[in-house]
């Protein structure tokens, strides 16, 4: 893994990469459900219209080339809100994720479409509100987390970017939360995962005996919970929400997460309020020694 350029732009394969979905991973998710690791090409449209049917109950959605869209000139939320059809090009790692992630929460998905059109309609579709704002680093970049309360203590640490404790000392408590990426562009960069590869977590809090099944119908229980949040203005605007998140981090998402990993300060950054405490602290043991001198 190489650390990003700050001015490089990252590209993602131009080939098919069925690979991917055979190793344990960030993956591994995608794989025990959608049979990607059998495909030789990236899926139709047609074809991942069948698993959106086969997982969900939008069974008169689809999806489309979108060479639809460019012909119909809609504006892109518009043209889904009107049509229920969502567009993707072909061949496009980012809108194949994209279509994934309309498979596994659905229901989330069509309400921050309805979002969006709200928005629009008051503000115009060039306008790019707070709420909206908010709405796209979710489903760009989101990583949904369910806590419950005697697990309260690592979404702090999280949150306050303690991540040796939180990703490190804590590992094991990771195999029981089920991390789940919501953000499509997270899967398309880590298929060239690179140092600064950051998400944005969210929070959703469970009661402290809820279980949280696998596969498919572990998905469809926090779809339904992450729409009774969306709906609550304060908690979309929520600075605490979609804090920063080290994607690689994550227990079993990365190999080679060894202490020394988690001390790559360039890539697992400290808050800066953790920072200038710590600076300061270095200061005052300076000027102590120097005292002593």
């Known amino acids: 893994m190489q650390k990003s350029n700050i001015n490089s732009r990252f590209t993602a394969p131009a080939q098919w990469q069925p690979e991917l979905f055979t190793e344990p991973g960030i993956f591994s998710t995608l794989a025990a459900i959608f049979p990607l690791a059998e495909q030789v090409d990236f899926p139709s449209p047609e074809l991942l219209t069948e698993w959106l049917h086969q997982h969900t109950a939008l ?3 689809s999806f489309v080339d979108s060479t639809m869209l460019d012909a119909d000139g809609r504006y892109y939320e518009d043209f889904i809100a009107q049509s229920q059809q969502i567009p993707l ?7 194949l994720f994209g279509a994934l992630i309309w498979c596994l929460f659905p229901k ?8 969006h059109m709200v928005e629009i309609r008051r503000f115009g579709s060039k306008e790019r509100t707070v709420v ?6 979710l489903d760009e970049c989101g990583v949904i987390l369910c806590i419950r309360p005697s697990q309260r203590f ?4 999280l949150r306050q970017q303690h991540w040796t404790a939180a990703f490190y000392q804590h590992k094991d408590l990771w195999a029981t939360l089920n991390p789940m990426i ?10 060239r995962p690179f140092i600064g590869l950051t998400a944005k977590l969210w929070c959703i809090e469970l009661p402290e005996q809820a279980g949280l099944a696998e596969s498919i119908k572990g998905y ?3 779809d339904e919970l992450l729409v009774k949040q969306l709906v609550q203005p304060a908690l979309l605007l929520d600075n605490q929400q979609l804090s920063p998140l080290p994607l690689l981090g994550v227990p079993g998402w990365y190999k080679g997460q060894d202490q020394a ?4 300060t360039s890539y697992f950054r400290p808050k800066r309020q953790n920072l200038e405490s710590s600076e300061q602290q270095q200061g005052l043991k300076h000027d102590k020694n120097r005292s002593s001198g």
């Open 59 to 61: 069974q008169d959605w």
């Open 89 to 95: 090009r072909a061949n496009n790692w980012h809108d």
């Open 108 to 115: 989330s998905k069509q309400l921050m479409n309805q979002l």
């Open 132 to 137: 909206r704002h908010k709405l796209t680093l």
């Open 154 to 157: 690592l979404l702090d640490l």
């Open 182 to 191: 919501f953000g499509h562009a997270n899967y398309e960069m880590a298929t």
């Open 220 to 222: 469809n229980f926090v």
């Open 261 to 264: 990993f988690y001390a790559d």
